[in-house]
Every structure is written in structure tokens, then in C-alpha cells.
């Protein structure tokens, strides 16, 4: 795996480069990030990571400084995957970005509590998408949202990328893999597998699905111990409040709080 460890170098030579899948991450790698390089090696395109925690899509200083970060064993793990090139950009990437203003849909789900998140995300992917050029790029569907912003953000500003959204990998307890589980202890652990219990559930009862349904699930992560910011029923294409599943699929969402660590995780219920 060729290894960049700056834009400059990656400028100087990225022309030589074939046609390429790209992954971005933040870094501390696990299965979910593996699975999309895998998804990747699918294609004929070489594989570029990248490792960026970016700064622009936290809205408190803390999280962002307390990001798990672990460069030797991401590189190993992406080395063994059959990643072909990583991307570690210095912090160059923000000279003289553009600075992008996601569409309404950013202000639904996590963009609620978090203003600006999705700008910050959407501002480093369009500074990546026009350095890398790459032909296809692979997010992962447990941050739903973003993925349906990226998609979006591509057809609108007319790049030539293709975009995939692989599945939600998850630990045996259901839990979603998430690099910020690390952080939590391993009695908050045992407690975040109740996210994925509780929309599990809300699937079962599908036919039933209502407001109702839904606020008993909420509550029910609340006297659990979460902090819970949204957990929401709604359309997938416009993020929009509905309970319609005899029309349409209709995407169920999460974020909470354990302590100081949040958490999202979301399932798609197939229309009755
Ligand atoms: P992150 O490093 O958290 O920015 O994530 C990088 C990419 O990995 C994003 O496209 C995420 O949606 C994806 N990802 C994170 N966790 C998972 C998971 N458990 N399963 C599948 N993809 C994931």
C-alpha cells in the first residue's frame, strides 16, 4: 500500500494513479470500515483510503480532541484488507477550502443538535473528491444521513462518481461498530446494544408502526440510562416524519447519548 503522507505529496503524484475507489475514514479502523473496502475490491478500481479526523464536523472541541486515533494499527488493518493507497493529509487540506452549505435536509436527524456537522463533512468530501477525482467512493449506510447528503451533493454539483452504501456491520450483541464505542465502559457497551434490541423491535411491529410505537421506544433507552437526542420515523428520501409503511419503505434513526458518547444507528423497514 503506497502511503501519502501530505496533499503536496499526493499532488505531485496522483496523475500516475489508475482509476480509483476511494473510502474516507477517520481512522480507527474496524470491521465496518473493512467491510467497505471490501465492497471496493469489488470493482476494477485501486483502492485509496484516506485517515482525516476533521475538525470542521464536530461541533464541541472535546469530542474532536478525544477522538480514538490509532495510525499503525489502521495502516496495518488497511495493508492486510487489500487497500492499494492511503491518503493522511496534513492539515493543508483546509487552505483556502471551500466552504460548503449543505441542503435542508442537513438540519433533520443529526444535523439538529449538531448545526453546521454536515457543512464540515460536506466541505472536506468536496476538497477530496476534487483532489482524488475518484471514480467511485463507498459510505456506510449506519450514518444514513450523510450518506444520503453525499449522494445528493454529487448529482447536484455534477461530479462523475459513482456512489455505494454498504450495510451496517455489527458486533454479535447487535451493537453497531462504531470507533467511538472504544470510549464506552463495558457496562455503557452492554447498555448501547439496546439501540439496536429496540429498532429491531419497532420491525417486528411494523404493521402497527405509529407515533406511539415510537415514543415507547424512546423512553424506553431513557430510563435505560441514554441521553436520547432523536429517535425518529421517517421517509428516507426526504428525512421527513412518517409512520406510512403501507406506502413506502420507511428509515427508523437514532442518535443518544451514554455518558459523553454518542451513538446512532438506524434500520430500514421494507414497505408492508
Ligand atoms: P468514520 O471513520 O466514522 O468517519 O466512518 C467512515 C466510513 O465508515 C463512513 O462511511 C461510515 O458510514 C462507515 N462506517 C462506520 N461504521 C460502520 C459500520 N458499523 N458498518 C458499516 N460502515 C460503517
Known amino acids: 500500500m503506497k502511503i501519502y503522507k501530505s496533499i503536496s505529496e499526493f499532488n505531485s503524484l496522483k496523475d500516475k494513479l489508475s482509476e480509483l475507489s476511494f473510502v474516507p475514514t477517520m481512522g480507527n479502523l474496524h470491521a465496518g470500515h473493512l467491510s467497505l473496502i471490501d465492497l471496493a ?7 485509496i483510503s484516506s485517515i482525516y479526523v476533521n475538525r470542521l464536523q464536530f461541533n464541541e472541541k472535546g469530542d474532536y480532541e478525544k477522538y480514538p486515533k490509532s495510525l499503525e494499527e489502521d495502516i496495518e ?3 492486510m484488507n487489500g487497500c492499494d493507497h492511503l491518503l493522511l493529509p ?3 487540506i483546509l487552505d483556502n477550502i471551500d466552504l460548503i452549505k449543505a441542503s435542508p435536509k442537513s438540519n433533520k436527524l443529526c444535523g439538529k443538535n449538531r448545526p453546521g456537522h454536515f457543512d464540515g ?14 471514480k467511485l467512493v463507498i459510505f456506510g449506510k449506519k450514518d444514513y444521513q450523510q450518506y444520503l447528503l453525499v449522494k445528493e451533493f454529487i448529482v ?3 461530479f462523475n462518481i459513482e456512489i455505494i452504501g454498504g450495510n451496517t456491520i455489527r458486533e454479535e450483541s447487535g451493537l453497531a461498530l462504531s470507533s467511538r464505542n472504544n470510549l464506552l465502559s463495558k457496562k455503557n457497551k ?5 439501540i439496536y434490541k429496540a429498532l429491531n423491535e419497532i420491525n417486528l ?3 402497527n408502526l405509529n407515533e406511539e410505537l415510537i415514543t415507547n421506544k424512546k423512553n424506553y433507552l431513557t430510563k435505560l440510562g441514554f441521553d436520547v437526542d432523536y429517535f425518529t420515523a421517517c421517509d428516507p428520501s426526504t428525512l421527513e416524519d412518517s409512520f406510512e409503511i403501507y406506502k413506502s419503505d420507511i428509515l427508523i434513526a437514532v442518535a443518544a447519548k451514554l455518558g459523553d458518547v454518542r451513538l446512532i444507528d438506524n434500520i430500514l423497514l421494507s414497505k408492508l
Open 205 to 207: 411491529s411494523k404493521e
Open 121 to 134: 463533512v460536506l466541505t472536506i468530501l468536496n476538497k477530496f473528491f476534487k483532489l482524488i477525482k475518484p
Open 90 to 92: 496534513d492539515e493543508s
Open 41 to 47: 475490491k469489488q470493482y476494477d478500481n485501486e483502492i
Open 190 to 194: 452492554y447498555l448501547a446494544s439496546h
Open 156 to 158: 447536484e454539483n455534477n
Open 77 to 79: 488493518l488497511l495493508e
